[in-house]
């Protein structure tokens, strides 16, 4: 039987699956397992799925309602994993998250559908906040980057065989057993860490109070409908979607100031600065990920099998670089500007691939010099968050990082969508080509304040 209470998360061995730490390792892995190879599956099966359901001008709301629903589940769970401990918003999540593909799998309509994948959201968010908690209370500090790693290396198989094999089962038994047959492992990956979670929540008597409560559902509802609205506003190439943005900008601004910590607009030192690190990479790489493949299949003529192979390949450089980091010795500041470095120049290079003379293939080198970068920063940004928070606050703090995941995730993407809608597919080239060079100027900022993640 293992004790996880037991664990003095201040040894320093350096065996992340040393006995003591491998129950809540192998619980982490298979959370992080389920949601990728949830990600993965859908985006392979959803035409297939509004085409069934008779639901095709409802296509992109089968992925915006789950980050909508993700948001609000992400803010409520930093608040409630600081009141409660992790166990309610990790084992909840988790089963709201099975409950969700089980509706998809059984949806009769489009509108029951969403119902589902809102659900899915709404779990996936409450999952990933205390999942950090279990890593700062079950693992010792000199693990905590070599936990991150290994987080960013569970996304490496279902992005190799995910698709593939959502493919395959869709085409023989039907798309429906796509999201079935997930629905158990989430609930298996609930009862893996029903031990490791009951035994870290707060002791009795312990401060149930969080220095900082920063926000609840409605103000994450809000902040969803607000980055929802920046997204949407990029589509419109009009008027329009300069009043669309301008609202959207309005319903963030408020909750990006109560929920992240203070300072951040100042980029103060340590932990605020940690915290904006975190939106500079996501905007940097996926904004520019998510039109690689349209300059790749409208540019070089490549088909959708191909332009899969480099975002295939980048998901293994990320792994590598993530391994690289919680194994090496080199300060914090030195790999973080080693890997901003790496992704302002993969990008940067992806101006090469917006001129249609040039080969496709290209591209795999590029992005998998890109996959580094971000695979370097990432677990750091991670462990630095838990290190910088006290225990208090460690539930805020790791929904604080999200958001300004999912935040930078969105403006990068939506930086490309202005221009390549304002300019037209006409001139992909030259609207790819500013894009991903302002993009590759943000990464280089991130290099530049790296060295404000101490001193706070």
Known sequence: MVHVAAVDV???????????????VIGIVTVVTVVALEAMAVTTVMPTVV?????????????????????????????????????????????????????ASTATNIWVFLAGRALQGMGGGSMIVPLYVVVARTLPQSLHARAFALMSAAWVVPSLVGPGLAGLVASSIGWRWVFGGIAPVAAAGALILVPVVRSIGREPGEDETPTSPRGGAFIGLRL????AAVQEAAQLANGWGILVAAIGIWLCATPLVVLLPGGWLRLARGLPTV????????????????????????????????????????SLGWSAASWWQSHGSRDRVTYLRIGFAGLAAG?????????????????????????????????????????LSPEADQGANSAAIQLSDMTGSIVGIASLAVLVNGLGLAHLSAAVSTGDAILAGVALCGAALSVRISGG
Request: with cysteine.
């Open 10 to 24: 201040t040894k320093t061995s350096s065996r992340i699956f040393d006995r003591n730490y491998r129950l809540p």
């Open 51 to 103: 085409r069934a359901l008779h639901g095709l001008r409802y296509y992109s709301w089968g992925f915006s309602i789950y980050l909508l629903a993700d948001v609000v589940g992400m803010v409520d769970a930093g608040r409630r994993t600081d009141r409660d401990g992790p166990t309610p918003s990790l084992l909840g999540g988790m089963l709201v998250f099975a409950a969700g593909l089980i509706v």
């Open 224 to 227: 969803a409908i607000g980055l």
């Open 275 to 314: 915290i904006v690190l975190r939106g500079i990479v996501t905007c940097a790489f996926f904004g520019a990920e998510a039109y690689l493949p349209l300059t790749l299949t409208r540019l070089h003529g490549g088909t959708p099998r191909t332009v899969g192979i480099p975002l295939t390949v980048a």
């Open 347 to 387: 990008v940067g290079l992806l101006l090469v691939l917006a001129q249609p003379s040039t080969s496709l293939w290209l591209a795999i080198p590029i992005w998998t010099l890109s996959g580094a970068g971000i695979g370097l920063v990432m677990p750091i940004v991670s462990a630095l968050v838990l290190e």
